[in-house]
């Protein structure tokens, strides 16, 4: 995406960071087309296959430097355990395996890269070419994601714990002060093409290319990114919880953590600064992915308690050791099976909810209720535990001829109501008025309905809708998208293989959904609206429309 600069030029929103470290495969892919005889536009499919190499080697190279920084502190069983729990428990995989072309393994392997010349620049004498490293990659990381410039707290607290090793590293800080500034004239290299862009491009060196896109400081969704199930974080990276269980208890764990007390207050620095900023983005859920992409970044941290905790297991006797290790699997396969089910459409983690989640845990078939579930946030209750108590009005359209929203269907062998072309609301309302007080555990909404063209895009869906309005005021509405609906019985949708972007065109289908009213007693003069909301503003045909209240039985 492009914002238009007070010099009248677009520029892109995002810097170049990418494109440089995605330059040496795009070339590859370049010579090959030209070579071959392809497509040499940029798009073509071998530089597609480019890309996922591309992502695919900065994972891998991330894990061989995480490899390579846990075994200085612990053995090769842990450090070999703890990297494959982290890669196969959280969405580093997603984005190493499958997504790419985003930053997220690039800056994984960056920040990994960048702990172990972090070491290497304490260990022993500090030779000038670990300073250069660390700024040279300090500044790739700011110049791929400003906001990522919270990096450099990884060489400057590296090893502090105490007060003393403070004063040291102060001491350490004046000794070296020469090649520090080496190190912050490399920090500048990567930096420079991009200041010098926006200078030319946008008329001043530094430039907010996001335009109205923000942070809104004062309203951090803190609750609902850690721990929501709309691409919350530890929902689709359920590894995270052992490493912040890590964090918290580690001083009690029994064997020596040198590697822990030399990042602890890194770690402590950094993850709650990290997820304020992460989590005041307007778009805090971060859709276009698998769980809270940003937080990836800080993975190569967060190792440490994880396999402080992997090291502990090992230590206890069989029984804990198994139980220990088994749960550590457990968290990884519901990952790997939240992965899998969203790569065959019967997730949307960005869409997601707590009712959805729990309701389908390592279910691998979706049934209509679910698709239900998805979209209202609460579950379906079981029909044959339920009793109609009250009919509100039916509109069949049967005795409705010679107006414009209705034609006779030949499969029905009725009128029905029809939405035209541009259409998105019905002509005349479908309204009941409550004409006295009345508590029902449930009312259920239906209509027959058939889509001709299927409408694309998740925010241009017809709905079925339903609500209630007291005094001019809405105090409940609910509805659920009506192209997945369409078609989920057999012979339409075969061995019932429902995923949540199912459609089928043409076809009419009887769609239904129970709302709760557990805590929305009904008084008298409460307006109940119903009907299609017909979003997409294409043709839509409906029929039997009604509503229903229903008690348990």
């Known amino acids: 995406e492009s914002v238009k600069s007070p010099k009248g030029t677009y520029v892109n929103q995002y810097t170049y ?71 196969f428990g959280t969405n580093l995989y997603w984005f190493t395996f499958y997504q790419s072309g985003m930053a997220h393994t690039v800056l994984f392997a960056l920040y990994a890269a960048l702990i ?72 500048t290299l990567p930096i420079l093409p991009q200041l010098i862009f926006w200078k030319k491009y946008a008329g001043s060196f530094l430039y907010y290319s996001y335009g109205e896109q923000g942070f809104d400081w004062a309203n951090p969704h803190f609750v609902e990114g850690v721990f929501g199930f709309k691409n919350g974080w530890l929902a689709y990276s359920p590894i995270i919880i052992i490493c912040l269980l890590g964090l918290f208890f580690y001083k009690k764990l029994a064997t020596p953590l040198r590697g822990i007390r030399s990042f602890n207050l890194i770690i402590w620095l950094m993850l709650p600064l990290y997820i304020y900023i992460t989590y005041s983005w307007w778009c805090w859920n971060y859709i276009n992915g698998y769980g809270s992409r940003p937080m990836v970044h800080l993975y190569p941290l967060l190792v440490f308690p994880l396999a402080a905790v992997v090291q502990y297991f090992f230590t206890k006797k069989f029984g804990v050791k198994i139980f220990g290790f088994a749960f550590l699997a457990v ?17 949307d983690s960005a869409e997601s909810n707590q009712a959805f989640y729990f ?52 499969k029905l062998k009725s009128n029905v109501y029809v939405f035209r072309e541009s259409e998105e609301f019905p002509a005349t309302p479908f309204r009941d008025t409550i004409t006295a007080e009345a508590i029902y555990d449930y009312v259920k909404c239906e209509a027959k309905i058939k889509i001709p063209a299927f409408a694309d895009g998740p925010y241009a869906q017809p709905k079925l ?13 609910q509805g659920i998208d009506l192209n997945n609906k369409i078609g989920w019985r057999a012979p339409y949708c075969q061995h019932n293989e429902l995923t ?30 119903y009907g299609v909301w017909n979003i997409a503003k294409k043709e839509l045909y409906f029929d039997d429309l009604q509503v229903s209240f229903w008690n348990k039985k």
């Not at 080697?57 to 069983?77: A, C, E, H, P, T």
């Not at 001491?171 to 070296?176: A, D, E, G, P």
């Not at 992965?339 to 459409?345: D, F, L, S």
């Not at 459609?503 to 003069?525: A, D």
């Open 17 to 87: 960071g990418m494109a440089a470290m995605e330059l040496p495969f795009f070339l590859v892919a370049h010579v090959y087309e030209n070579v071959a005889g392809g497509r040499a536009n940029g798009y073509s499919i071998g530089y597609h296959h480019a890309m996922k190499v591309c992502h695919l080697f900065y994972g891998l190279l991330g894990l061989f430097f995480l490899y390579k920084i846990l075994r200085r502190f612990f053995s090769v069983d842990v450090s070999i355990i703890s990297s494959l729990l982290l890669l």
């Open 116 to 187: 172990f010349f972090t070491i290497r620049l304490y260990d022993g004498l500090p030779k000038v070419v670990n300073f250069v490293v660390v700024g040279l990659l300090v500044g790739t990381i700011t110049v791929i994601r400003p906001v990522d410039f919270l990096c450099v707290l990884i060489p400057i607290f590296y090893g502090i714990n105490n007060y003393k090793s403070l004063q040291e590293r102060l001491v350490w800080f004046k000794t070296n002060w020469k090649k520090i500034l080496i190190s912050v004239l490399a920090f």
């Open 331 to 347: 968290l990884s396969l519901l990952n790997v099976n939240l992965m899998m089910r969203t790569i065959a459409g019967k997730l």
């Open 359 to 410: 309701s389908t845990l390592f279910k691998n078939k979706l049934a209509y209720n679910d698709l239900v579930t998805f979209d209202m946030k609460q579950l379906q209750p079981d029909s044959t535990t339920l009793q109609k108590v009250k009919p509100m009005n039916y509109f069949s359209f049967d005795n409705v001829i010679d107006t414009a929203n209705t034609v006779f269907d030949k």
């Open 465 to 477: 809708a339903f609500s209630i309005k007291r005094n001019d005021s809405t105090i409940l509405w």
């Open 500 to 529: 949540l972007n199912h459609h089928h065109e043409n076809r009419w289908c009887n769609v239904y959904f129970f709302i709760s009213m557990k805590n929305t007693p009904l008084k008298k003069g409460d307006v109940l609206e």
